[in-house]
């Protein structure tokens, strides 16, 4: 396993003003679900130096919003956390493609919202960023789970992008995914006299041959064609190398389309595995494509490809159930997530900025020969220090817009104060 380069959980000006380099920056924070707090801490510093937001924390999770009575909020939301690192970090750069741990699911998608954050000091809506922990994990660890239970205001939105995987499409909905245990049991013996018991791992047999025959359904959804998954994830049996073992587990994962609720999901898997025992261990419903909505339409049209489906869950199927209208979109290959050889193409990450930037502000992204406009705004402070405690900015005695939030692992409250600075707003990188 290659060795890790030595990080620290600070993201500089240069970084965050260049969602490319900021990619990059994330990646090379180690983040597998369950240890994000490095991340988390230099994510919240960073969003700390943004006077235009008002920022908090729930553990892991770290949320920042703008306040300028706009008449509708939209929400943009990225995980921080990776599956298992696989021999693949720290990330390397080979001619346009970055590689490593998360670069496709879902650092690239993750660093343009807060790209964003950072360098778009008045959007058209009003913002509410996200920026979670435990994604990729059982759904009740979910960031986005533990803000609905502490702080479910924090959720309400007009509309909603994931900044999931989707190759620079508009992907439509989410599949729902249910976790099962399907089980046999048989009789101990001694393994010299075998036919005195029953083997429990021999009767999974027949398990393992209904998973190999299946035939997942595919299915349209609001013009979005899913495609149902059904696989085994892990097997478990055994007592010791001379014993006929009388129990053996199958992990089953199953990826329903979002016509099925998760009663009806449970319920196809009681027939598939009719005559053994099935218990369902973890489970999140899907979500349908919300397509018609406005908001929906109008990013669409701003993408300028046709929607397609989300083969995966997201968290999508969280503001579907409240009632948002939410869609998919990110840089990365959904087809890479997770995989060793994980990567993301840097023009990917470009044009995924400028479609996010134009959608917010109303013009086109900062280019070479079209720097960012700077009227009404002062100049960015040039190599300015990170903030520290104490310091206007900074995590004590941060000032957004009057008003700014201290959340100390799984508190939330808010901290009142005046302040009448105007907003202070980096200069993004030009893109192209």
């Not at 049209?301 to 046709?306: D, F, H, K, N, S």
Request: glycine share 10%; proline share 7%.
């Amino acid at each position: 396993m290659a060795s890790l380069v030595a990080v620290t959980a600070h993201l500089d000006d240069a970084a965050l003003a260049d969602p490319v380099e900021l990619t990059r920056a994330l990646v090379d924070i180690e983040s597998v679900s369950g240890d994000e707090t490095k991340i988390a801490d230099a994510v919240e510093a960073a969003l700390r130096q943004a006077e235009h937001l008002s920022v908090g924390r729930i553990g892991n999770t770290v949320h920042a919003r703008t306040q300028l009575g706009r008449p509708q909020r939209v929400v943009l939301a990225g995980h921080l956390d990776t599956v298992p690192i696989a021999d693949n970090l720290p990330s390397r750069t080979v001619g346009d493609v970055m590689w490593g741990c998360g670069t496709a699911d879902m650092k690239s998608g993750t660093a343009l919202a807060l790209w964003l954050a950072m360098n778009v000091a008045e959007p058209q809506h009003d913002v509410t960023y996200f920026f979670y922990e435990c994604e990729e994990v059982e759904a009740e660890r979910n960031g986005l789970t533990v803000v609905s239970q502490v702080a479910p205001e924090l959720l309400a939105a007009d509309f909603a992008v994931l900044l999931e995987p989707t190759y620079g499409l508009v992907e439509g909905g989410c599949q729902g995914t249910m976790r099962v245990r399907v089980a046999t049991h048989g009789v101990r013996a001694h393994a010299a006299r075998s036919w005195l018991g029953l083997n429990a791992i021999h009767a999974a047999g027949e398990i393992l041959q209904r998973l190999t025959a299946y035939e997942g359904r595919e299915v349209t959804v609001d013009g979005c064609d899913y495609h149902e998954g059904l696989n085994a994830v892990a097997i478990s049996g055994g007592v010791a190398s001379n014993v006929v073992p009388d129990e053996c587990v199958i992990d089953v994962n199953y990826r329903f389309a979002p016509d099925r609720d998760e009663a009806a999901a449970e319920a196809h898997l009681c027939e598939v595995f009719a005559g053994f025992v099935v218990e369902v261990v973890d489970s999140a419903p899907g979500a349908r494509p919300g397509l018609h909505h406005p908001a929906a339409k109008e990013f669409v049209e701003l993408v300028g490809q046709p929607p397609i489906a989300k083969l995966g869950w997201t968290d999508v199927a969280r503001f579907a159930a409240l009632g948002i209208p939410a869609i998919n979109f990110g840089p990365g290959d959904p087809n890479l997530a997770h995989k060793p050889d994980e990567h993301v193409e840097i023009t990917k990450i470009r044009a995924g900025a400028q479609t996010l930037y134009s959608w917010l502000t109303g013009r086109p992204a900062p280019t070479a020969d079209r720097p960012a406009p700077t009227a009404g705004r002062p100049a960015p402070t040039a190599g300015r220090p990170a903030p520290t405690a104490g310091q206007p900015g900074g995590v004590v005695d941060a000032a957004h817009d009057g008003r700014h939030e201290a959340v100390d692992s799984g508190r939330h409250e808010a901290v009142g104060r005046n302040d009448t600075r105007e907003p202070r707003q980096r200069s993004p990188r030009p893109i192209a």
